[in-house]
């Protein structure tokens, strides 16, 4: 049973315009989320992250936006560039007890010029 | 550069042979985790490791066998694999534990893509 879901596994979006990619999550206990990237031939890179006190974290051009009552989240990456196109994977994890992080399947964002 | 290296990135190997991977982290974590990434599939949980003490085994065959002899090395020795092992093996590390404030996010080394014939 997947308790991390990436319903979508690409996504097109033009230069400039907005990307959305969502995550939906089952495990009630989870408590902190994370994005990473991930480039061809390299390992995922952290993007950012928020915490279940939180409903929104902003860093530069991405957001990630948590609904915890639908336990999901999102990312918005405004405005998008060629230099986005990666693979992009959310994670999950619940804070205590284990060091057990969940990944979802990934979604492959390419961002056309 | 992550601060987490691993080598090697590429290893072809027989079913018969016994081979280890390496990974090597410089960020002063005390976790280490390896993953497993197969085709279409959310990286795998393998093994995780606090302070040199294994903490997860994620219902890992025993043909790897993970080790950790301080908390900035981490080994993934194999042997008699099979074609279904076939896949990308991640490393990652994280600072955890009580002097911890909040969650920290794991960084992740490039990866070994590993090939069994």
């Known amino acids: 049973d997947q308790q991390v879901k990436q319903n979508s596994p690409s996504l097109s979006v033009q230069e400039g315009r907005i990307s959305i990619l969502n995550c939906d999550y089952t495990?009630?206990?989870?408590?902190?989320f994370l994005w990473y990237k991930k480039y061809p031939a390299e390992g995922p890179t952290f993007l950012i992250s928020?915490?279940?006190?939180?409903d929104k974290n902003e860093d530069g051009r991405f957001t990630v936006f948590l609904n915890k009552s639908a336990k999901h989240l999102s990312l918005h990456i405004v405005p998008s560039q060629p230099g986005d196109s990666a693979v992009y994977f959310c994670?999950?994890?619940?804070?205590?007890?284990?060091?057990?992080?969940?990944f979802g399947t990934g979604t492959r964002l390419k961002v056309l010029a | 550069e992550t601060g987490v290296t691993q080598t090697p990135r590429h290893l072809v190997m027989g079913m018969t042979n016994k081979k280890s991977l390496k990974c090597e982290q410089h960020?002063?974590?005390?976790?280490m985790y390896w993953y497993k990434q197969s085709a279409k599939k959310p990286l795998e949980l393998m093994f995780v490791?606090?302070?040199?003490?294994?903490?997860e085994n994620n219902s890992v065959p025993s043909r790897f066998s993970p080790e950790c002899p301080n908390s900035s090395h981490l080994f993934l020795h194999l042997h008699t694999l099979q074609p279904e092992d076939s896949a990308l093996y991640l490393c990652?590390?994280?600072?955890?534990?009580?002097?911890?404030?909040?969650?920290?996010?794991?960084?992740f080394g490039d990866g070994t893509r590993l090939s069994i014939l």
């Open positions: 990652a590390s994280s600072q955890e534990g009580w002097k911890v404030l909040s969650p920290q996010p794991q960084h």
């Open positions: 960020l002063g974590h005390n976790a």
């Open positions: 994670a999950a994890r619940a804070t205590s007890g284990t060091y057990k992080y969940i």
């Open positions: 490791y606090n302070f040199k003490e294994q903490t």
């Open positions: 495990n009630s206990m989870f408590d902190y």
């Open positions: 928020i915490s279940s006190i939180k």
